[in-house]
Every structure is written in structure tokens, then in C-alpha cells.
């Protein structure tokens, strides 16, 4: 795993995408380094959660520096849990970067080629994706929560790539953030359904002891989706840290029973 995770508790710890190249930078946040108060300590990025709008506003601000960006430069997807995904201009630099701007509606995903824009996503236990085309200069962020990744977002954030910028899906770099996994992440019949029915029975482990239980592994169904759609294997990422498994660290809205805050996926061209 190439990045700078360490597990402490201690100083702030990101992970960073390993690109190699100063013309794209990336993130994806944790707990430490902000301003918010329990149960949202400390760098919750999320409005919607119940934290003070103040101390969000500021995390962000935080967030964005650490890949040279403003809270300006910000693009926020409103994220509904569908698999739709908007192209993002000039016009939309700063949608959704506070409360006095409207997110980009509809969308849980967003890519552009425009520098400097940062395109994010939030995520607590969701897997928070970030797409990367050095060919064709073009970025994306996407999230994935079970009703994303079975209505195909991690394709549909591909196919908008390659309409929009003629990105091709073998030029695609992606990275999967910390996210709950199969470790934690216990469904029903009503997920594991559409989930099968998607993917196979591959990514759903059943739970002899509990009948009708199954453990998914979102980031597999991810994997079958992006590899079909034509990204390489070695272009995938999966940074393999469990929200649920580090709450002491990042948020888990399953392990923290809905009283949490986000971390922030964020990607920008130089
Ligand atoms: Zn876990």
C-alpha cells in the first residue's frame, strides 16, 4: 500500500495518493487535525450532520490546503446515492463549498479537466473513489455506498470520463479510500439481493450463526465494476483501511449508530 497511513492517533495522518507526478494531487482526510467537538472530533467535512456549520467551514478550509487548494476551489457533489455524475466547469468552482452555496445537484460523482478545481466527496463507511486519467488530463470523484455500487457509479464515473474528455478506462488510475469492509460491514437479503443479483455471491460472505446475514465486500463489487469497464488490475488502489475497524480515527456511521462525521475525498489538477 503506497501511501502514509500509520494507524496513530497521535498528529493529523492522511493518506495520499502515490501518482508520481506534480501535475495531480489527492487526499483522503481522517479524524485528527480539525476543530469539531464530539461526536464529531475533529475534522468532520459535512454540514448535514448535526456539527457547527463554523467549525465544518474551517475543516474544510484545512483539507483543502493540504493539496494546495482554497475552500473556493472546492466542488461538492450533493450525493444521493444514485449513480449519477455531472461534468464540472469553471462555472461551478465553489458549489457546495459552504452552506451558502447549493452542491451539485442530483450527482454522486463529478469529473473535470478544468486545473485547480478540487473535486470532493464525503464518505463514512461509503467507499470514497478518485479517478485519475494523466492521458487525457482528466479527473473524477465518486462515492460508492451500497445502492451506488449496485447501480454501477464506478462505471458510469468511467463512461462520463470517456464522453466528456475521451478518457479511455485502460489510462484510468483509481483509488478506493477507507471505507467500511467485509470485516464489519453485515447486510440483509434486501442489500444482498441486488447485490447478487450485480455481482455474484463472490463478494457476500453468509453468516452461518446468523441466517439471512451476509458480510459484503463493497470494494470487490468496485473491483468486478472498474476491471469489466476496462481499468486495469494494477490500476486499482484499495487502500484497505476499515472505517468500522478505526473509529479512533476515521468515522463509521454503522459503528458510531449515525452520530459521526465525514471524511473528505479530494482530487485536483495542478
Ligand atoms: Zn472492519
Redesign the pocket.
Known amino acids: 500500500m503506497r501511501t502514509n497511513w500509520t494507524g496513530s492517533a497521535g498528529d493529523p495522518v492522511w493518506i495520499r495518493p502515490d501518482w508520481s507526478t506534480d501535475r495531480v494531487r489527492g487526499i483522503f482526510s481522517f479524524r485528527e487535525g480539525g476543530v469539531s467537538d464530539a461526536p464529531y472530533q475533529s475534522l468532520n467535512v459535512g454540514y448535514h450532520v448535526g456539527d457547527d456549520a463554523a467549525a465544518v467551514t474551517e475543516n474544510r478550509r484545512r483539507c483543502a490546503e493540504k493539496i494546495g487548494a482554497t475552500l473556493e476551489d472546492l466542488v461538492v457533489p450533493e450525493q444521493v446515492h444514485g449513480a449519477g455524475v455531472a461534468v464540472v466547469t469553471e462555472a461551478h468552482r465553489g458549489r457546495g463549498s459552504t452552506p451558502a452555496f447549493p452542491p451539485i445537484p442530483g450527482v454522486d460523482g463529478v469529473v473535470s479537466n478544468v486545473p485547480g478545481l478540487t473535486l470532493t466527496i464525503m464518505a463514512a463507511d461509503c467507499v470514497p473513489m478518485l479517478f485519475y486519467d494523466a492521458t487525457a488530463g482528466v479527473i473524477g470523484a465518486a462515492h460508492s455506498g451500497w445502492r451506488g455500487t449496485v447501480s454501477h457509479i464506478s462505471r458510469e464515473v468511467l463512461r462520463t470520463m470517456s464522453e466528456a474528455f475521451s478518457s479511455r478506462p485502460e489510462d484510468v488510475d483509481v483509488w478506493l479510500g477507507p471505507s467500511?469492509?467485509r470485516?464489519?460491514y453485515e447486510v440483509d437479503e434486501r442489500v444482498a439481493q441486488p447485490v447478487a443479483e450485480s455481482f455474484g455471491h463472490g463478494p457476500l460472505l453468509p453468516r452461518h450463526a446468523r441466517p439471512g446475514k451476509y458480510l459484503l465486500s463493497l470494494q470487490a463489487c468496485i473491483r468486478m465494476d472498474l476491471q469489466s469497464a476496462g481499468v486495469s488490475e494494477e490500476h486499482i488502489h484499495d487502500v484497505g483501511v476499515?472505517t468500522?475497524?478505526h473509529t479512533h480515527v476515521l468515522y463509521s456511521h454503522r459503528a458510531e449508530h449515525g452520530r459521526t462525521g465525514r471524511l473528505l475525498g479530494a482530487i485536483r489538477l495542478a
Do not use: K, L, T
Request: net charge positive; glycine share 0%.
Open positions: 467500511i469492509r470485516c464489519c476499515c468500522a475497524c
